[in-house]
C-alpha cells in the first residue's frame, strides 16, 4: 500500500526487493538499479490501448503502474456529465480503495455540427458495449451528406497527488473524414483528420501520433508537473 499522500518512490535498497516483488510481479526480472530510481504512478484506467499510449509518451523519469498492477479489476464508475467529472471520479475511487496517488483521463470527440457530441458519451456513442466500429458507423451516419464536418478529440486528465486535485487539458481541432482510413490507432481514429495533416490519426500510425495527440499534449503538461514537483 502506498503511504498515505505520497507518490510511490521505489527504493534501491536490497532487502526491500522481496516485498517489491510480491507487490509488483511483473517486473520480477527488470534493471532495479534502473527502475528504483523512477518515481511510480498509477494510471487509473482499464483501456490497454490508452495506457500503451501514455507510457510510450511518459518515458524514462516515471513508471506508470497499471491498474491491475495494483490488484485493481474493478470496473471503475464513470457516471458524470462531463469529461473533467469521470476523469476525476476514476482518481478518486483509485485513491480511496487503494491510497495510490494516481492520475486518470477522460476523452471525447466534439462534433461541431452535432453540438459537441458524442462527447462524454464517446465510447458509448452507439451503445454501453464500447463498440469503437459500431460508434464509428453511428458518427458517419450522422454527418452524412453534411459539409460541415469540424471536430476536436479532448482530452481532460485528472491527478491526486499529495492532497492535491490537479486537471490538465489537450485539445486537437480536425475534421471528420467521409469513410475510415488507416489500420492503426483505435476507437475513431480512422476517421478523424487533424488540423494541418492530410491523414487520419489512423494512417499517421503511433510514433508521430504520440507527439501531436490530444492524449499527447495534456499527458506532457502532466509529466512536467510531475518532473518538477513530484519529488
Not at 28 to 36: D, F, G, P, S
Not at 89 to 107: E, G, L, W
Not at 111 to 138: C, F, I, M, Q, T
Request: one cysteine or more; hydrophobic letters at 40%.
Amino acid at each position: 500500500m502506498a503511504p498515505s499522500g505520497k507518490m510511490v518512490i521505489l527504493s534501491a535498497k536490497k532487502r526491500e526487493r522481496n516485498n517489491f516483488n510480491r507487490l509488483f510481479p511483473l517486473y520480477e526480472h527488470v534493471n532495479y538499479e534502473i527502475l528504483w530510481t523512477m518515481k511510480t504512478i498509477v494510471f487509473a484506467t482499464n483501456n490497454a490501448h490508452k495506457l500503451e499510449e501514455v507510457r510510450a509518451i511518459i518515458s524514462g523519469e516515471i513508471k506508470i503502474l497499471s491498474l491491475p498492477d495494483i490488484g485493481c479489476h474493478d470496473d471503475i464508475p464513470e457516471t458524470s456529465g462531463t469529461l473533467e467529472g469521470n476523469a476525476l471520479q476514476k482518481a478518486r475511487y483509485v485513491k480511496a480503495h487503494f491510497d495510490y496517488d494516481c492520475f486518470a483521463d477522460d476523452t471525447g470527440l466534439e462534433v461541431e455540427v452535432l453540438n459537441g457530441e458524442p462527447g462524454v458519451r464517446s465510447a458509448r456513442y452507439a451503445g454501453n458495449g464500447h463498440d469503437s466500429n459500431a460508434n464509428v458507423e453511428k458518427l458517419l451516419r450522422a454527418l452524412e451528406g453534411e459539409k460541415n464536418r469540424n471536430a476536436r478529440f479532448r482530452t481532460v486528465i485528472a491527478l491526486i497527488i499529495n492532497g492535491q486535485e490537479l486537471f490538465y487539458e489537450g485539445i486537437v481541432n480536425g475534421q471528420i473524414t467521409a469513410y475510415r482510413r488507416g489500420e492503426g490507432g483505435f476507437g475513431y481514429d480512422p476517421v478523424f483528420m487533424p488540423d494541418g495533416i492530410d491523414e487520419t490519426f489512423a494512417e499517421l500510425g503511433a510514433g508521430i501520433k504520440n507527439k501531436i495527440s490530444h492524449r499527447a499534449i495534456a499527458t506532457c503538461k502532466l509529466a512536467t508537473w510531475l518532473k518538477q514537483h513530484a519529488d
